[in-house]
């Protein structure tokens, strides 16, 4: 789990109380007023303990991609969504105009679709609207899946990554959804999944991220949480956006927040090793801690649900589900009693009249059925080496699930219960990996989260999937689409065979990531370049490195192939653009104007008179890649 374990010469062993000095007098657990956490815990998961240290802070843009006005927070009629909020762009307002002018020839870029999934780091962020849509997050925007005809349609008003969301549970508001992104000061936005309106936008009360969201049962409040160093609790009118309550967190790393379905006033959190049970009155947050028996410790808690009135349920890193009467532990759902073997990841509550159901999901990718007693339960789907992050059910005997694992969204039901795939995507890391297929609608990524993705542009649809060995940064298509070559962090790269995915070659003669690989136009050739300020080239057919292209002093960026396939040009960190005779790869001068005469077999390469435009005030060779 990549821990260093430090161990102690004598299990007692305790360090001595300096002469003079009053000995140290540890709080009793839980009764700390600077922290929610009791001391150490028994037990470690790695996946855990690596969403508690995500820096969303270092993640976070250090300036907004755009000017944001925000909309004016409104629930009425007449106001409609506010004022508009001005376009994705980087360029400045001067130079705006200019692009204005230039209009008439400017052709516009239309988000169609987005294969991805964003489960890695949140969770209870997959929901049904009462449209029977499905809505998530991924990057930075608000996904609207129409699971019959596999359209999308997209939110794209925040500015940063979302790593939360919320659907209002009052049939009134049925298709309002909540959604909070990271940043130095994290919006939440409130919008109408149907008309992709904003209706609200909160600011100003959280800093680093919103990392939790839930609406009250009237439909009215909204509660959030926040990470980072100065993390929260706050309780809002949200059509208002006025903030009736706020309370700190102390820095606790905090998962869940929800209110309990049956009151519009008491909430419930829960993180690392700590649990809260919350009421609001007036302006203020009363919070009461939950209480184990003495000599036992606390686990991390990870989810929530609820059970009849004063009763909630929450998982726990190790698996188990502990029920609470009130703000007292009940008892413990083992995993020998039908609990799950890991960290229970998410919990959702089906409010029905006969009685709650509970749906749980985990590590152990597993997700089951409860009854409101957490005495019964189904196994309705286990998924082999996947972890569930969300869990949602429709309501109604024979409801819809669905969940969300690190990358991708799966509907269980509707006749099967053979899971079927609605969206699929990359997990935790880079994605830079990028290849087009030469005469097919398909792509291939491959990325930091060791995987190969085939997808299919046309159909919308996830085609074939690999799990590589190591993180990748580069993937090219040979001339012919039957091979695919990835590059990877460490130096190396392979050549795998593009129908079945099967690994024809493996090679490293570097040892820095290999950022951009082409085959030359007949694909005789292959150009491997990376950041080790070399590019090299290998016969495809023997498998041997013919060429070395030397002399950049920076590392490489890009690299294309001349039509006929007799030179090579490259772009470095430096803003250097050489050329290289190929194969052997010996250096040639050659100016821009000629350059820009020739035709090229690609034109990846970002450098030129020719490229001028692409490049906004201000910007480095880092922003365009």
């Known amino acids: 789990d990549t821990a260093v374990m430090l161990w102690a010469f004598g299990a007692k062993s305790v360090a001595p109380t300096p002469k003079g000095a009053a000995p140290v007098v540890a709080p009793q657990a839980g009764q700390s007023d600077d922290s929610d956490t009791d001391g150490e815990e028994d037990g470690y998961d790695s996946d855990v303990e690596h969403e508690k240290q995500i820096d969303y802070a270092a993640k976070a843009y250090a300036a907004s991609g755009r000017d944001v006005k925000g909309v004016r927070p409104s629930s009425s009629a007449e106001s409609g969504a506010g004022a508009e909020v001005a376009a994705v762009s980087r360029i400045s307002a001067k130079t705006r105009s200019a692009e204005q002018r230039r209009a008439g020839r400017v052709s516009a870029l239309a988000l169609e679709y987005v294969h991805g999934y964003r489960g890695f780091d949140s969770r209870d962020n997959l929901r049904y609207t009462s449209a029977g849509h499905v809505v998530y997050p991924a990057a930075g925007v608000g996904v609207v899946l129409h699971p019959a005809t596999n359209k ?50 909160i600011k100003g009360h959280h800093t680093t991220g919103v990392c939790a969201l839930d609406f009250s049962p009237n439909g009215k409040l909204l509660a959030s949480a926040s990470v980072g160093a100065n993390s929260c609790i706050a309780v809002y009118k949200w059509a208002t956006g006025t903030l009736l309550a706020q309370v700190p967190l102390h820095s606790v790393r905090t998962f869940v927040v929800k209110f309990r379905p049956d009151s519009d006033s008491q909430l419930v959190s829960c993180g690392t090793r700590h649990i809260k049970f919350w009421t609001l009155a007036g302006s203020q947050l009363l919070g009461r801690r939950g209480a184990v028996p003495a000599g036992e410790k606390m686990p991390t808690m990870l989810s929530v649900a609820f059970g009849a009135p004063g009763t909630t349920f929450s998982g726990s890193q190790a698996g188990s589900i502990y029920v609470w009467a009130e703000q007292q532990l009940a008892h413990v759902v083992t995993a020998a009693a039908g609990a799950h073997r890991g960290p229970v990841f998410s919990m959702y509550t089906l409010v029905e009249d006969k009685g709650n159901v509970i749906v749980s999901g985990g590590k152990d990718g597993v997700v089951k059925v409860w009854d409101a007693d957490l005495k019964r339960h189904k196994d309705v789907a286990t998924l082999e080496g996947q972890r ?9 005997k024979d409801g819809k699930l669905l969940v969300g694992t690190q990358s991708a969204v799966l509907e269980i039901g509707g006749g099967s219960d053979t899971p079927r795939t609605l969206v699929q995507g990359h997990a935790e890391g880079e994605l830079w990996g990028l290849a087009v297929h030469p005469t097919a609608q398909i792509v291939a990524t491959a990325g930091d989260d060791k995987a190969l993705h085939i997808y299919d542009c046309q159909a919308h649809r996830p085609v074939a999937m690999k799990r590589l060995k190591k993180p990748a940064r580069s993937a090219a298509f040979s001339p012919d689409g039957r091979t695919i070559a990835v590059g990877f962090k460490d130096g190396s790269f392979s050549v795998f065979e593009a129908a ?39 016969d495809v057919q023997s498998s041997k490195r013919v060429g070395v292209c030397s002399g950049a002093s920076s590392y490489i ?35 821009e104007d000629a350059a820009a005469k020739m035709v090229w077999g690609t034109r990846t390469c970002v450098l030129g008179k020719v490229l001028q435009g692409i490049w906004p005030p201000g910007s480095d060779i880092t922003d365009i890649n």
């Not at 951009?516 to 590019?535: E, Q, R």
């Open 500 to 538: 079945k995915l099967q690994e024809l070659t493996k090679l490293q003669h570097r040892k820095e990531e290999i950022s951009d690989l082409k085959f030359s136009p007949k694909g005789d050739f292959l150009a491997v370049a990376s950041h080790d300020n070399i590019v090299d080239i290998y």
């Open 152 to 201: 999308q349609t997209f939110y794209l008003e925040h500015t940063d990554d979302i790593i939360s969301l919320a659907l209002n549970p009052n049939p009134k508001y049925g298709t309002l959804v909540a959604t909070g992104q990271i940043g130095n000061l994290p919006s939440i936005n409130v919008w109408d999944a149907s008309t992709l309106q904003t209706l609200s936008v």
């Open 557 to 591: 960026t890009h690299v294309d192939w001349e039509a006929g396939g007799q030179l090579l040009m490259v772009n470095s960190g430096a803003r250097e653009m050489l050329f290289f005779e190929m194969p052997k790869g010996k250096r040639v001068a050659l100016s």
């Open 388 to 396: 569930v992050r969300s869990v949602f059910r429709s309501p109604g």
